[in-house]
């Protein structure tokens, strides 16, 4: 696990060798099979030199999340562990790759019409509606939480309108337990450096056909799954509001603060093993 461009894909898939393993990915968009450019998916020469699992798996309308993904980890690790002595999980969804470790909270169904109500409202008035909402009605959450992520946002304020109380009213944080063992290795290196590569790599998307994979997908940029960075910047460039050179800032803006939010996320898993991305080999990591 690490930040987006740390190089957790090259070095998983080094690892996976090593270990005659294969991997899951724990990236909450990497798994929808229409999104490609935009979510950095392993290249085909990747995919092909050792066999991945929840990459391109799923579609942007199918209901994908934490729980989905828990499920689906843990039966496709049962799987390989009947001739595999070790599975490699990838990713910088921490809230996946927790749920895979620890499992996650109940929590209460929410009534369809607030869920409702909160997606209407959002998509009326936008993210500054969603977040002047949170901020007011659970300041709790809304200072830890992942502030321009509107799918999170959403969510906490139906749960918040639902059930009457915070979201982190029922992160109770119980571990289940897992019959195996877990061995969790960060990725980081120092912060200019990953701005550097965060930067170049989305000049390499763009080069690489980033505007056109967003204008075949403009039809669905309301879905969940493409409320993410990449792909909701280009929004007011096809409106003719911004510049492409503008467009390019943003997406490397927004980047590198998701970077950072998922730097604060990891560092509070006082069990991550850290390790410098330009320097670690993989006999440093097998015990």
Known sequence: MGPTAVGKTSFAIQLAKALNTEIISADARQCFKELNIGVA?????????????????????????????????????????????????????????????????????????????????????????LQSEIAEKDPA???????????????????MLGAGASILSFQKKIKKQRPFNIVKIGLEMPRPALVDRINQRVLNMVEEGLELEVIGLKSALDLNALQTVGYQEWLPYFEGKISKEEVIELIQQNTRRYAKRQ???????????????????VSQVIL
């Not at 050792?50 to 799987?79: C, G, M, R, W």
């Not at 946002?153 to 139906?158: D, I, N, S, T």
């Not at 006082?270 to 670690?280: F, K, L, P, R, T």
């Open 141 to 159: 959450y809304w200072a830890q939480a992942e502030q321009d992520n509107p799918h999170r946002l959403m969510r906490a304020l139906e749960v």
């Open 41 to 129: 998916r392993p290249s085909n020469e990747e995919l092909e030199a050792v066999p991945h699992h929840f990459i391109a798996s799923h579609s942007i309308v199918d209901t994908v999340n934490a729980v989905v993904f828990e499920q689906y980890a843990l039966e496709k690790t049962a799987h390989l562990f009947t001739n595999k002595d070790s599975v490699v999980i990838v990713g910088g969804t921490g809230l996946y790759i927790k749920a895979f470790c620890e499992g996650l909270d109940a929590i209460p169904a929410i009534d369809p019409s607030i869920r409702s109500f909160v997606a209407a409202q959002y998509e009326q008035f936008g993210l500054a509606w």
């Open 263 to 281: 730097m604060t996320w990891f560092k509070k898993d006082v069990e991550i093993q850290w390790y410098q991305a330009d320097s670690v080999t």
